[in-house]
């Protein structure tokens, strides 16, 4: 059964494998989640690495972000990047030679672990989500110089001349 979903990764080679090897994974062009409207576009280049006992994510993901201009309320897209970093641990070490299950370092771990599922597969999408989210500026402009809005006639400067004497 072939995953439709981009967004989810197949890492069951890597867990047999041996500590260092890798495999890349390129997503193109998709959009994040279908009632999600704020990312489109996403281009992502992830490389997994085996490690002894969990898998590390190091990548970069870029998308178009719709946002509303902090300065003039006009919505625009603009392009965002971010880096993208993450441990993963499988679900069962079993299939890593190792005997000792998940919950038995829950003790050590931090309870928000990024853990695979039983088919040895890793959800991106929420962790993309929440890394292009933060790349967004707090305050978004919809281009470097946006003129805002008069805070008295309400015209948007970008397009109009205001007459009131505060500008």
Avoid at 36 to 42: C, K, M, Q, R, Y
Avoid at 82 to 101: K, L, T, V, W
Avoid at 121 to 139: P, Q, R
């Amino acid at each position: 059964m072939q995953n439709k979903n981009k967004f989810h990764v197949n890492l069951s080679s890597l867990l047999i494998g041996n500590v260092g090897d890798i495999k890349k994974v390129i997503i193109k062009e998709v959009e994040l989640l279908p009632n999600n409207e704020t990312f489109n576009n996403i281009i992502a280049n992830i490389i997994f690495i085996r490690a002894d006992k969990t898998i590390i994510a190091k990548g970069k993901i870029s998308a178009d972000a719709k946002i509303i201009c902090s300065r003039c309320s006009e919505d625009t897209v603009q392009v965002i990047s971010s880096n993208y970093e993450e441990e993963y641990f499988p679900y069962n070490y079993d299939i890593m030679g190792f005997h000792n299950h998940i919950e038995d370092y829950d003790n050590e771990i931090d309870l928000q672990i990024q853990k695979l599922d039983k088919r040895n597969f890793v959800d991106l999408s929420s962790t993309f989500e929440n890394s292009l989210y933060s790349a967004i500026s707090i305050a978004p402009k919809c281009k470097e110089h946006c003129k805002g809005i008069c805070i008295n006639c309400l015209k948007n400067l970008n397009y109009e001349k205001c007459l009131c004497k505060t500008h």
